[in-house]
Every structure is written in structure tokens, then in C-alpha cells.
């Protein structure tokens, strides 16, 4: 059905957190050309969340949609390199491994590098299959190099960590010198064309009514047009990932570098560490139903590296998301649209696919059904592929808590089931046609999490033992040589230009 007859000439976002500005920012790079108008609308007095730290690798591919120059981002977003997620404590206390952005081993023969390696691990011959990869071996240095252009390394991508506050408001800049106008003020009403339900405009606080063609919902947990006004259902997923609070409190940085991103059990939730160039980002997720506040609030502030920068900041969720993303003339991204909790640092990358699908299905001349669909298709997909991902992380542990055992024993969703057993059962792990977590994601939390095949394709058992043996050895040798070639981390920022301040002038 075709809604509006007109072309679609006025974009109106709605809201100014990382989503709004991540959106202006490419709606304008991308379809600037096309004559679209854009207008963004914040509220100071509102403020933004500006917890969102820590990204993935994908959000490099945006960068370059955008022209963006990275280490111009790095030295003004005060930011750090980031190679993969340690988590510690998650199968059993004690335990620890890195979900990596990059693969483990090599090519050895035809069954794949992971059939072998259980072939040897069960027998008792083989190092941990971290140590078979390139960024955790780098990261557990606290070393960092850009990716090997020429191959004779393993290939490995890798993501950044920064200041929240900074790169919303670096964008801002980007956008608006992009042509994107910027409107300050709080939104107090929105009109709806009588006939056909769709926003029309949005009215602030001294009366200025913004009118629109389509509206981008950017407006954080509050989801003041998806939500509020069009009053589109919102599927709780707290049955699957309980955890709906955090305190969330920076310190300083008490000399530990690693690129890399913690995540650590703790009794009922899980504690973060993003480093960053002149801070550390730091909270505790927790489950209300098992931990009261001022006890949550307490485990966080006892397990500081530094002095805090702040009282811990209270934030409250709900895991789940929209029945519908877009909905008439109106498209939610970020927290509008629904929350996964952060332990993959997932929201930005949803946030990145939202713009990027809505731009390749832009309704440059009328709003179709096929293209809302088609929208709300790959965005359902996306969330819930990870949810299954962050699910799993919660169901195979091995803890005594009784938080920990709850969610051993939770019924799951078929989809996350079937992997599991999959998996556990024969070292089975379909690729996903789309879908952000790959199997190597995959693996390392099965393997981290103490989830092992119990078979493996044969094919692995036909390489001589010896030979299979000497192998991995000299991958194993291959790569620990690369890492420890690599510079420690915060000189590789200094010598690239992206130190906190350069060229700046902070
Ligand atoms: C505890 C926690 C940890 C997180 N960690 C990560 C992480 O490590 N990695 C990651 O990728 N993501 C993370 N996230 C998610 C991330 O913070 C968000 O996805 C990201 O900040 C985007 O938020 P947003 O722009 O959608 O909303 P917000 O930042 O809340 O922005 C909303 C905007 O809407 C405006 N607004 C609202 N109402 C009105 C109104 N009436 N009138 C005018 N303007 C209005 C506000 O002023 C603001 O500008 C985390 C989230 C939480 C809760």
C-alpha cells in the first residue's frame, strides 16, 4: 500500500545520543546528494544515556561509508583499540577466555581447524585454542598493529572503545557540517495526519512545530514516537536475559592497557572494564530479582582499579525490543527500538545496521509496505540472532549462585537449543547467511564456557597424530612470535597520531 504520494524531502530525527547523530551523520553522507533535508531535534535538559563505549569491528566498515578518518576519531573520542571481550568467571569462577575478532588456527586439511583441535584436546595434546589466535595472543600482551596487508600473518579485524560524550558530540560536528540542522529544545506534542495515522510534525516546548515526511525515532528508552505515539507493543525478552539494571561509574586507569573489553561474572549479573585513553568506563548489570541496589552498587565500587570519577550512575532496562521498527512514516533506532543487554557491546552495531538497512531501503519517493517489511525482516533477525548469542553466555556456566543456576535452568528459545546440541554433539556450527556473530564467535564461548564436542568430523581423525601434533605447534610458535612483535598498544596510538588531544587542541 503507498501511504504518501509525495516524495519524501524532509527527514525530522528525533533525538541527539549516539543513534540520532550516528543517523544524521549518514542519511547525510549517503543520501545528502538526493536533496534530503535534515533536521535533528535534542534536549539538553533531557540528556542522552552515554553509557555506549565499547563497539564491534563492523563499526570500521561505517567509518568508511563515512570518510570518517580514524584516527582523527581516536585522538578526539579519547579512544582505544579494541581486539575481542575477556570473560572472566563465566563457565566456572576461575575460568577465562577472549571472544576474539578475528579466527582460530589454519587451514590443515579438510575438516576445519576446530575439528582438529578437539581431536587433540581430547586426547590431552593441545594448548588452549586461545593461544591458536593472533588478537588474543596480542591483546593478553597489551599489543596492538593494524592487520597485515601482505598475508604472512593471521587475519584478524579489530573495533574501538570510546568516550561516549566525545564521539556523540564529534559527530554532531560531522553532521552538521554535512548539512544536517540542529534543533535544540524538548518535544512536547506530535501531530498525526488525521487520515492515514502518520506523523506529521513534532512541536517543542516554545511552540515551534517540525514538520516532516519521515521520522526517525532516536529518542533512547523513552521511545517518544515508536512507543508513546504510535504506541507500537514492545516484546519483553526478560524471561530469556533477566538482567535489567546497572550502575555504571568511570575511574582511572591503574596502568592496564590491553586492548580489550572485560566483562566478569559476579554473584547475580556481570561487572564491566572499558579501557580508555584517559579513563576507565566500568558498571555492573545485575538482576533485581537477585541482587538489591545498594548490594550491587557496593560490588561494583569494591572492585575499582582506580579512584572513581564519579558516584555510580543508576540505569534501568528492560531487554527486548519493538514489535515493528518502523511503523507508518516512522523508523526507530538505538534504545527507541529495544535493548539487548551490552555484554557483546551489540547497541551500537544495531544502531549501525538500522541506518544502513533504512538507507538501502529508502522510500525516496513513497513509503511502501514492501520496504517496511522487508525493514522489519532483517532488523527482527538481527535481535534476535543476538539474543540467542548473549543468551548462551548466561545458560553454560558451571557457577554454584543461585542466580547462576536459575539460568542453567531456563527453558531456551528452539533456535539456541538446537545449536547448542549441535555443537556439543558433533562440533556442528552452521554459518549464519546474515547475522552478526559468525561461528568462530560461537566457538569461543562454547569452548570458553566449557561447552566441548563430544565428535568431530572424522576427517580430522585421518591426519597422522605426529604430524597433526607438529602442526600445531608451529601454528602455535607462528603466532606467538607475531604478538610479541607487535608494539604495546599505547604506542602504537602515539606513534599513529591518535593520542587524546592530538591536533585538537585539548
Ligand atoms: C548499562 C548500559 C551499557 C551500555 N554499553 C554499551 C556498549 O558498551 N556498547 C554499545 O554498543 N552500546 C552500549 N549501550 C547502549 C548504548 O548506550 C546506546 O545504544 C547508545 O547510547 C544509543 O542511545 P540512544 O541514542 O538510542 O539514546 P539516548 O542516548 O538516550 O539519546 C536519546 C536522545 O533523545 C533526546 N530526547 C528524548 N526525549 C526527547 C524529547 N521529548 N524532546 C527532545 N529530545 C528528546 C535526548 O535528549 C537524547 O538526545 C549500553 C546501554 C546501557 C543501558
Known amino acids: ?16 545520543g549516539t543513534a540520532g547523530w550516528m543517523t544524521a551523520a549518514a542519511l547525510a553522507r549517503l543520501l545528502g546528494g538526493t536533496g534530503l533535508a535534515i533536521t535533528l531535534v535534542e534536549s539538553a535538559a533531557i540528556g542522552t544515556v552515554g553509557v555506549g563505549e565499547a563497539t564491534l569491528p563492523q563499526i570500521r566498515r561505517f567509518n568508511s561509508l563515512l570518510g570518517i578518518d580514524e584516527r582523527e576519531m581516536m585522538a578526539r573520542t579519547a579512544a582505544t583499540i579494541k581486539l575481542g571481550i575477556e570473560f572472566r568467571d563465566w563457565g566456572r569462577v576461575g575460568d577465562g577466555y577472549i571472544h576474539p575478532f578475528g579466527r582460530f588456527g589454519q587451514e590443515i586439511g579438510p575438516a576445519s581447524f576446530v575439528d582438529y583441535w578437539a581431536r587433540a584436546h581430547a586426547r590431552g595434546m593441545v594448548a588452549p585454542i586461545g593461544q591458536y589466535c593472533l588478537p588474543i595472543m596480542a591483546a593478553l600482551q597489551g599489543r596492538f598493529e593494524p592487520p597485515d596487508a601482505s598475508g604472512t600473518r593471521q587475519p584478524y579485524d579489530y573495533a574501538f572503545q570510546f568516550d561516549a560524550g566525545l564521539y556523540a558530540a564529534w559527530l554532531s560536528e560531522h553532521a552538521q557540517s554535512a548539512g544536517v540542522v540542529r534543533r535544540e529544545g524538548r518535544i512536547v506534542d506530535v501531530a498525526r495526519n488525521s487520515e492515514s495515522g502518520a506523523i506529521s510534525a513534532v512541536s517543542l516546548e516554545d511552540g515551534a512545530a517540525i514538520r516532516g515526511d519521515l521520522f526517525i525515532d532516536c529518542s533512547g528508552f523513552r521511545a517518544l514516537l515508536i512507543g508513546e505515539t504510535l504506541e507500537t507493543s514492545f516484546e519483553d525478552w526478560s524471561n530469556w536475559l533477566p538482567c535489567n539494571r546497572a550502575f555504571a561509574v568511570p575511574c582511572a586507569n591503574g596502568g592496564d592497557y590491553g586492548p580489550y573489553t572485560r566483562a566478569t561474572a559476579r ?39 582506580g579512584e572513581p570519577g564519579a558516584e555510580p550512575r543508576q540505569l534501568r532496562f528492560t531487554t527486548g525490543r519493538r514489535s515493528a521498527l518502523w511503523r507508518s512514516n516512522c523508523v526507530a533506532i538505538g534504545l527507541a527500538g529495544g535493548f ?23 522510500p525516496h519517493t513513497a513509503i511502501e509496505e514492501t520496504d517496511r517489511r522487508e525493514y522489519n525482516r532483517l532488523m527482527d533477525l538481527e535481535f ?69 564436542p563430544r565428535r568431530w568430523d572424522p576427517r580430522a581423525d585421518a591426519m597422522d597424530a605426529d604430524e597433526l601434533g607438529k602442526r600445531l605447534a608451529a601454528i602455535h610458535g607462528k603466532i606467538a612470535d607475531d604478538a610479541a612483535a607487535m608494539p604495546l598498544h599505547l604506542d602504537f596510538l602515539e606513534r599513529a597520531g591518535a593520542r587524546y588531544g592530538y591536533g585538537a587542541g585539548q
Request: proline share 4%.
Open 384 to 452: 534476535e540472532r543476538i539474543r540467542d548469542f548473549l543468551v548462551l553466555h548466561y545458560v553454560a556456566n558451571q557457577r554454584e549462585e543461585e542466580f547462576w543456576q536459575a539460568m542453567r535452568a531456563m527453558p531456551l528459545p528452539d533456535s539456541l537449543s538446537a545449536r547448542i546440541e549441535d555443537f556439543r554433539e558433533r562440533a556442528i556450527l552452521p554459518d549464519y547467511a546474515d547475522g552478526l556473530f559468525q561461528p568462530v564467535s560461537w566457538i569461543s564461548v562454547f569452548l570458553g564456557q566449557n561447552v566441548v
Open 267 to 305: 554473584a547475580a549479573g556481570w561487572q564491566w572494564r572499558i579501557p580508555l585513553q584517559h579513563r576507565v568506563g566500568n558498571g555492573l548489570v545485575y538482576c533485581d530479582a537477585f541482587w538489591d541496589d545498594a548490594d550491587a552498587a557496593e560490588a561494583l565500587m569494591a572492585n575499582l582499579e
Open 340 to 362: 539487548l543487554e551490552p555484554l557483546e557491546s551489540t547497541s551500537i552495531d544495531l544502531i549501525q545496521s538500522g541506518i544502513l538497512n533504512l538507507v538501502e531501503l529508502f
Open 1 to 16: 500500500m503507498t501511504e504518501r504520494a509525495q516524495a519524501i524531502r524532509n527527514v525530522v530525527i528525533v533525538g541527539g
